[in-house]
């Protein structure tokens, strides 16, 4: 699940809590574990690694440093990208600053079959390359000249269209810099866009639970 950093150490406690406490916290440079009394875990990647911080295991509910991190203003760059849709946009502090949203035709696939399938392949992959063509040129136009203000790029939508916006020269070396995480969103729009603003800041909180006791055996 994903938590704001200003809910994180309440959420934590109340995890550990309901789990017999807080037995220790380990702290690496891109994840943060704290494993409770019960077994059960709380695991969460280190959103914009590393984490500057000593690392390794600490007695109980450690994660001060994590909260500084997760807390630090950073300007982020956007894109969100869907067959026939994208948003591109730059935020700070979970505020969408500058943004661009667009849309372009893309047919759904056809059951139709023999030529006129062939034909309607052929009109589909025509539309979903100019739109593609779209969204890439909007990432230029936006991202491109405030690349050097930008501590971070997050990226959504469908991964097939984003690896080729990650081909174009122009965008190859931006995109190399994003988060590993992937955003799950729905089609493209300004809302979506500040919705997506506001989860960027997030930390993702992986839940592992206790581990159960074998059985005796007679």
């Known amino acids: 699940m994903e938590v704001e950093p ?3 150490a309440g959420f934590l406690a109340r995890f550990a809590t309901g789990h017999g406490g ?16 019960d077994g059960a875990r709380a695991s969460m990647p280190v ?21 500084e991190h997760l807390m630090v203003p950073r300007t982020i760059g956007l894109l969100l990208v869907r067959l026939g849709g994208y948003s591109v946009g730059i935020a700070r502090a979970g505020v969408v600053l500058a943004s661009s949203t667009g849309s372009r035709l893309v047919h759904g ?3 139709a079959g023999g030529q006129s399938q062939q034909r309607f392949a052929r009109r589909r ?8 063509r779209a969204a890439a040129d909007t990432a230029a136009r936006v991202l491109l000249p405030r ?13 097939a269209a984003l690896r080729t916006l990650a081909a174009d020269p122009r965008l190859t070396a931006l995109l190399a810099r994003a988060e590993s995480r992937v955003l799950d969103v729905a089609e493209p729009r300004r809302t979506v866009l500040d919705e997506a603003a506001r989860r960027a800041r997030c930390v993702e909180v992986q839940l592992w639970p206790a581990p159960t006791s074998p059985e005796p055996t007679s």
Do not use: C, I, K, Y
């Open 6 to 8: 200003e809910r994180l």
């Open 47 to 67: 959103p914009f690694p590393p984490l500057v911080a000593p690392t390794g295991q600490r007695v109980g509910l450690a994660v001060n440093d994590l909260l």
């Open 125 to 132: 992959e025509g539309q979903a390359r100019v739109a593609l």
């Open 147 to 159: 690349a050097a203000e930008l501590d971070a790029v997050v990226l959504g939508g469908d991964t």
């Open 22 to 37: 807080a037995l220790s916290t380990s702290v690496a440079q891109h994840r943060v574990d704290v494993v409770a009394g």
């Open 109 to 111: 696939r056809s059951a």
